[in-house]
């Protein structure tokens, strides 16, 4: 499997869950955090990733000082992970696609 590929698929697997859409925030949720900290550390050298784990940080910061909703700071966070899967997506169907010379 390419690197490209499987950086795509994890993003992929790095969505707010369903139950986020809702007014209840995770943000003292430890699996939640431990899991997402794991993925840091994994994939340290992802700085796309590393980028996401980041707002995801800060979205929450921000719903706990009441500054955001969880609705909000979860379209944000789709916003964010949708172009970055798209991204990669692009960047994969270049790799794939081969040049007309």
Not at 18 to 26: D, I, L, R, T
Request: glycine share 2%; charged share 30%.
């Amino acid at each position: 499997m390419t690197r490209l590929r499987r950086a795509l698929m994890i993003v992929c697997l790095l969505v707010l869950p369903a139950y986020a859409q809702q007014e209840e925030s995770h943000c003292h949720d430890p699996a939640v955090w431990a899991d997402w900290n794991e993925k840091a550390a994994k994939w340290r050298e992802d700085k796309e990733f590393q980028a996401l784990h980041a707002l995801r940080i800060g979205l929450y910061v921000k719903v706990e000082h009441g500054h955001l909703t969880v609705d909000e700071a979860t379209a944000i966070f789709e916003n964010a992970r949708n172009t970055l899967i798209q991204k990669r997506r692009e960047k994969r169907q270049e790799q794939e696609t081969p040049s007309a010379s």
